[in-house]
């Protein structure tokens, strides 16, 4: 297959083009710059326009540009107690990182446009039939102890907005016919990036804990099995409309910290109090990437014939730290 692929440099759209290339498909990468070979293909979703004559030789398109949300965050949030109150100053002193207005604009703005183009332009072609878009758990909102699946309905938070529209935004494909996957992604374990390896260097330490209470849920998945399940996506016809990306074991932040503090052989003691991030970052923006509960299972995922590699935290840490069991 030839696959054009939005966000490709990113961490998941990074692992995935270099899976689908050792399969032997081609990978099709749009850039906002000038294409630097026949691999690339310009497109600019703020002004509106893509290659559409590079887009229709595609056999499919994976969409995951969207600007990042949570990096400044995890920074802060994995830095154990005495970073967290190093950081916390700083953040401060300078006006904190928040969601201001213009913030939340190009946060859905960048999720929007990008998969509204897309969609638009993949509905007046000949070419691909299947559209395979990012999305996110935090479709679901703040749920506490609530078991989540695909057929759960949305929240009422400003990312579950997000969500929402994101999804719709590929409403055009759908009605043309295009088998249109969403994929809800839950918080990626890898060692290459996001929330684990800021976490690494303090749980390392002895200094890593729990955030705030702890009881919230996180619903994780091994970064194998969001490329797995964006593959899966792209080559089987079962996989159609929203897929949670994550694993079938979801733990609770206290159970992710004791989990990961126990396969690092160290302790996890020094937890981040709910109240600094809140003060920060603002309120909005902790609770809902820090402290909201979200216990999401992939029926539908499983349903469709994926099989996850990770189903459960601690031997997924295990693998992905290089920690054998004790």
């Not at 804990?209 to 899966?232: E, I, K, P």
Request: hydrophobic share 45%; with cysteine.
């Amino acid at each position: 297959m030839l696959v054009a692929v939005t966000g490709a440099s990113g961490l998941i759209g990074s692992a995935l083009s270099r899976r689908l290339t050792g399969e032997g498909h081609q990978v099709l990468r749009l850039v906002r710059g000038e294409p630097a070979g026949p691999d690339q293909a310009r497109w600019d979703p703020a002004g509106g326009t893509v290659d559409a004559e590079a887009l229709a030789r595609a056999d499919a398109v994976v969409h995951l540009a969207g600007r990042n949300i949570a990096g400044a965050l995890w920074t802060l949030a994995g830095s154990g107690l005495a970073g967290f109150l190093w950081t916390l100053a700083g953040s401060i002193v300078r006006g904190g990182v928040r969601w201001t207005a213009g913030v939340k604009r190009d946060i859905l703005d960048s999720r929007v446009q990008g998969t509204s183009l897309l969609a638009r332009t993949l509905a007046g072609l000949d070419g691909p039939r299947v559209l395979v878009c990012a999305s996110g758990v935090d479709y679901y909102g703040d749920r506490g102890e609530e078991v989540l699946t695909e057929a759960s309905p949305s929240g009422d938070s400003f990312l579950a907005e997000v969500c929402r529209r994101w999804e719709a935004a590929a409403d055009p494909a759908r009605a043309a016919g295009l088998r249109v996957v969403h994929v809800r992604t839950g918080l990626v374990q890898t060692a290459e990036g996001g929330a684990l390896a800021v976490q690494l260097p303090l749980f390392r330490l002895g200094l890593g804990g729990r955030l705030g209470s702890g009881r919230q849920w996180w619903s994780w998945v091994a970064l194998d099995d969001v490329v797995g399940v964006y593959r899966h996506a792209l080559l089987d016809e079962r996989a159609s409309g929203p897929l949670n990306a994550t694993a079938p074991g979801p733990v609770t932040n206290a159970e992710h910290a004791a989990a990961l503090a126990r396969v690092l052989g160290r302790p996890a003691f020094a937890h981040v109090p709910a109240f600094g991030p809140r003060l920060a970052l603002g309120r909005q923006l902790a609770d809902e990437l820090l402290f909201s509960s979200k216990r999401a299972l992939p029926a539908a995922t499983l349903a469709s014939g994926y099989q996850f590699r990770y189903g459960e935290l601690e031997p997924a840490l295990r693998h992905l730290l290089g920690r054998a069991a004790g």
